[in-house]
């Protein structure tokens, strides 16, 4: 099932069966916040094993969203799954195409790996996520100390031109921004620092 079945949702659902061909015809509104159909009256038309192609009609299907996918994906899933022939010709142009797109992949079987939950686990886990965060602080600080020590025996190797580039983003450009967050921190401290001083009655030594 794709989900708990409310007190209308089976009303948009009905399976009409034309020789080995059943038809779901779908109508009213889909939407998330109404919930969704069971498929169990679908699994047991596909499993009574007279079935041989699926059909959609869509003519009284009024408003939906990605309630409609979810539910059209598990049919189309499950009709698949018994090689039951699909016509998706009634369904909106939308909903049409991602089915389509989903068909077209194949599903991804996932290689879930269960963890040792036990502290000994836990603890190795973490002292190895230290040692890599240690490790790589280390190895940034010596690739920086060998760098700095190339540039002050004069055999670094840069750009001059970026080099300017470099110092006029961190000077001239940043004066803007610099100024502004200066600004700033300097009202909050204002405000915090005021309270502190009107304690010595030192108050006027900050701007009304």
């Known amino acids: 099932m794709l989900g708990s079945p409310s007190m209308d949702t089976q009303d948009r659902v009905r399976l009409e069966h034309s020789g080995d061909e059943l038809r779901v015809c779908l109508s009213g509104a889909w939407r998330l ?28 299907l009024e408003e939906w969203d990605s ?44 290689n879930h790996t269960e963890e040792d939950d036990t502290l000994g686990a836990r603890v190795g886990r973490t002292a190895f996520q ?14 920086t100390t060998l760098a700095f020590g190339s540039m002050l025996r004069g055999r670094a190797r840069y750009r001059a031109v970026d080099l300017i580039l ?26 915090v620092g005021v309270v502190q001083l009107g304690q010595f ?6 701007a009304d």
């Open 67 to 110: 309630a409609l996918i979810t539910f059209l994906h598990g049919v189309h899933r499950r009709a698949l799954a018994r090689d039951i022939r699909i016509d998706l010709s009634g369904l909106p142009d939308g909903p049409r195409r991602l089915l389509t797109l989903a068909a077209a992949l194949p599903p991804r079987e996932l």
């Open 201 to 206: 009655g030192a108050s006027l030594y900050v």
């Open 130 to 143: 230290a040692w890599d965060t240690v490790a790589d602080a280390v190895g940034f600080l010596g690739e």
């Open 33 to 60: 916040r109404d919930g969704l159909p069971a498929l169990t009256g679908i699994e047991e038309a596909l499993e009574a094993g007279s079935t041989s192609s699926l059909a959609f009609d869509s003519t009284g």
């Open 166 to 191: 470099a110092f006029q983003s961190a000077g001239v450009g940043a004066l803007g921004i610099v100024a502004l967050i200066n600004f700033l921190i300097g009202g909050v401290l204002a405000f």
